[in-house]
């Protein structure tokens, strides 16, 4: 065989097998019916496979079930367990009627062990009973600007009208751990919670497996049942990046979970765009003691950007003058920050003094006689 004959052989060979090679940057491929990884400060979707489908939810519906709970009750709060909360199908903490335990110990045994009996303990003493507090769910959605889910009780067993999106799904978790009691309970592997008026107690481990299998893992929650399928609500944060994944009807979620998460963290980075105060300008001022103000950002701007983005630039939009009787702390205009032809953040930029307006000249009247009236 010459040269060129083995050149083409070669080249051949190559060519077939190109179909089968994937980007370094490329997507994971994932089992889920539906899945979404996101961005938690900016809600940017960064991957997405229907994610905007509406699908039964199972016990991942608690994460908002504990959120409705921790804005709506206190901690240390004691509860009387109702007749009604006992013996709900699924997974239990063995609650009894009458017995007395606190808010607190009902959501760890809701998030960890995804007690539905803790659930319901919660619904009847927060709402008075199931329907109530789901629409006390329903109206945290439609104030989260949720359009596509929709709660039928607090633990997620199947119904119908129970359903919610991947992408949905993910910004009620974005939310949720912003509550920093929220996010200690999910972040939480092992507790141990007292039961039957403090006679008995019980280990909880928390059945978020990816706590025990992945570094960077912060919460959330688990979830299933024969017809939803296996789902999970996982966050993770690595060097100030916070991403949100979840799936839904996934058989494979933990390795899912996994490859979207790393992938993810491949991808992005989060980057400091102004610290506080490093914007300054100068706008006139008419009428006041002082010619000019200066104003600047009194907060930091970060943003989640792609590794390899375009330069960052900074539109400032400021009046070109301002009238006196400013006070310190007046918003005067913001900056935009712009990378790749969009948008990715912004600050407002404030008065850093006041400046009062300057005395009026006397009249020729008001000299010749200062004490007239």
């Known amino acids: 065989m010459d040269k060129f004959t083995r050149f083409f052989a070669i080249l051949l060979a190559v060519l077939s097998f190109a179909p089968l090679m994937v980007r370094a940057d490329a997507a994971p491929s994932v089992s889920a019916s539906c899945a979404v990884l996101i961005d938690a400060s900016s809600g940017r979707v960064l991957f997405g496979k229907n994610e905007n489908e509406r699908r039964g939810m199972a016990s991942t519906t608690k994460i908002m079930t504990a959120i409705v709970a921790l804005e709506n009750s206190e901690l240390d709060k004691l509860v009387t367990v109702a007749p009604a909360a006992v013996g709900v199908e699924g997974s239990s903490v063995y609650l009894y009627a009458g017995e007395e335990v606190t808010m607190e110990t009902l959501l760890y045994a809701l998030m960890l062990q995804s007690a539905n009996d803790a659930a319901a303990a919660i619904a009847y003493d927060i709402a008075g009973g199931i329907e109530s507090f789901a629409e006390m769910m329903n109206d945290k959605a439609r104030e989260l600007g949720l359009s596509d889910t929709h709660f039928m009780n607090p ?10 999106t ?24 092992k507790k141990v919670i007292p039961l039957h008026n403090s006679s008995a107690s019980r280990l ?13 893992i912060i919460g959330v929650k688990t979830g299933f049942t024969k017809k939803c399928g296996r789902t999970l609500v996982s966050a993770a944060e690595r060097d100030g990046v916070r991403l949100i994944c979840v799936t839904l009807n996934d058989g494979d979620d933990w390795r899912d979970h996994r490859a979207l998460l790393d992938w993810g963290f491949s991808l992005y980075e989060r980057e400091t765009l102004a610290r506080a105060g490093e914007l300054s300008y ?13 104003v600047s950002n009194a907060d930091a701007c970060d943003a989640v950007l792609p590794r ?21 702390g007046d918003r005067i205009g913001t900056a935009y920050f712009l990378s790749d032809g969009q948008e990715i953040g912004s600050v407002p930029l ?3 003094e006041s400046v009062c307006s300057a005395p009026k000249e006397k009249t020729f009247w008001q000299k010749v006689f200062p004490f007239a009236g």
């Open 350 to 352: 404030y008065a850093e």
């Open 204 to 216: 909880l481990v928390n059945h978020n497996r990816l706590l025990r299998s992945y570094e960077d």
């Open 308 to 328: 390899e983005h375009g330069p960052v630039s900074v539109r400032v939009e400021l009046p070109r003058f301002v009238y006196a009787g400013i006070e310190k």
């Open 166 to 189: 991947a992408l949905e799904l993910a910004k009620i978790a974005a939310y949720a751990l912003e509550n920093d009691t929220f996010a200690e309970i999910v972040a939480t592997e």
């Open 155 to 164: 633990h997620g067993l199947d119904d119908e009208n129970h359903y919610t």
């Open 282 to 294: 100068e706008i006139p001022v008419c009428g006041g003691e002082a010619d000019s103000v200066a």
